[in-house]
């Protein structure tokens, strides 16, 4: 439970961001069709300015400072969005576009619910959701959008070199994790994207681990997923190194597995294909890197060796990226990849510390999970990764934290 008398820090609810950039709570948008689409009205309902409130709490806008910013046709108080819509909509037939997927504010969810279908006199022809419609237009991306992007991406690079240089054995995961967060700030990012995965050792099998509470053992590699928001905009990456700045061999043959899986991921990312297929062929890349490694016997079965995948690469290769880290959920994995669309690649490969294994190289990978993640923006040509300057070959993540006194 958290503190009654703290306040946390308010996140804009990304849909709303996206039609208005109005960073503030208790906020509702109404678009109104005026004459037929694309003529229409847009009407911002925000919280009064509040003299006492704001002395605790911070400036808001209001209505007159909402309007000025946005740029929307009329902004009102909050409190008369009820009155609002029965006033207006009560006595005319309508259609609403309306998010029914998920409620964001119960309070406000239920003035307008009840405004609009509660009152006597309510004529609502249809009930739509808006949602899908909404994330088609943020799942391509505009050229200012990519270049808050492409930040995002490099800040992030900038903080895994820094991180990696920083790792050695007996720090915490907590404090690698404050490194990452600490660059990616003082770099000019408002926040990390989502709390971060810095699981050392065979932690890393647990695919969300975020206790980060582990102390880094010598031997060990550490799987570090993390990204920053740079003004709305997100970054998404994992690398894994190894704690004493050396890979042993069987972590070297099983990370450059993967890194093979996700450089051929990244050639084949191009307008034209889906995530999905993307994905079955990641699949059968990793299929042939574990019968090579000696984690899967070469005479498996086709059932055998689809088994073997579930469990060792367990998570798809990749999702939509944006203002949020899996990025317009309503988006079918099996859309077709267009010049514009932001995706991560993201191939991983954990062995359950009892895993059966056919060679003696092969034990060295027992309790290892290896993920290597980019950030990828479709061109009309191929594919641009916007996390270009992270480390990822073992040359250089052994001559940044590998081979010194240090490590």
């Known amino acids: 439970m958290g503190c009654r008398v703290c306040r946390y820090r308010f996140h804009q609810g990304t849909d709303l961001l996206y039609m208005t950039g109005f960073q503030e709570p208790d906020a509702v948008l109404l678009l109104e069709s005026t ?8 009407i911002l309902y925000v919280r009064p300015r509040d003299p006492h409130r704001e002395l605790w709490d911070g400036p808001r806008a209001g209505p007159d400072g909402a309007a000025a910013f946005t740029g929307v046709t009329e902004a009102y108080n909050i409190d008369e969005l009820g009155a609002h819509l029965e006033q207006k909509y009560s006595k005319m037939g309508f259609s609403v576009w309306y998010c029914t997927e998920e409620y964001v ?3 406000h969810d239920d003035v ?3 405004s609009l279908t509660n009152s006597p006199h309510s004529h609502i022809d249809n009930v739509h ?5 909404l994330h088609k237009l943020r799942l391509v991306k505009s050229p200012a959008e990519l270049n808050l992007m492409r930040k995002a991406g490099q800040i992030a690079a900038s903080a895994f070199r820094e991180t990696m ?7 915490m995961e907590y404090q690698l994790e404050s490194v990452f967060e600490h660059h990616c700030k003082m770099k000019g990012a408002q926040t990390l994207s989502f709390p971060p995965v810095v699981a050392g050792g065979s932690r890393a099998n647990c695919l969300h681990y975020i206790t980060n509470n582990r102390e880094l053992r010598a031997g060990d590699l550490v799987l570090f997923d993390a990204g920053c928001e740079y003004h709305g905009y997100v970054s998404d990456v994992t690398r894994t190194w190894p704690v004493s700045g050396q890979f042993t061999a069987g972590q070297r043959e099983l990370y450059e597995a993967v890194l093979r899986v996700k450089q051929a991921s990244i050639k084949a990312s191009r307008p034209g294909v889906t995530l999905n297929q993307l994905n079955r062929s990641a699949a059968n890349m990793i299929s042939s890197e574990l019968q090579a490694l000696g984690l ?5 079965s086709a059932s055998e060796l689809t088994q073997a995948i579930n469990k060792l690469f367990p998570h798809h290769l990749g999702h939509f990226l944006g203002m949020d880290t899996h990025d317009t959920p309503t988006v079918d994995r099996d859309t077709v990849l267009s010049p514009g669309m932001v995706i991560t690649i993201e191939p991983g490969v954990y062995v359950p510390r009892d895993w059966h294994v056919l060679t003696k190289t092969a034990k060295e990978m027992l309790g290892t999970g290896i993920r290597i993640e980019d950030d990828v923006v479709i061109t ?3 594919c641009e990764v916007l996390n270009a300057n992270c480390p990822q070959t073992v040359a250089e993540i052994t001559e940044l934290c590998g081979g010194l006194a240090k490590c």
């Open 165 to 171: 240089h920083s790792t050695r054995p007996d720090v």
């Open 129 to 133: 959701t808006y949602t899908q419609l």
């Open 296 to 300: 899967v016997p070469r005479n498996s």
């Open 112 to 114: 307008i619910i009840n």
């Open 35 to 42: 004459g037929g689409l694309p003529e229409h009205k847009s």
């Open 380 to 382: 009309e040509s191929g």
């Open 105 to 107: 504010h119960p309070d």
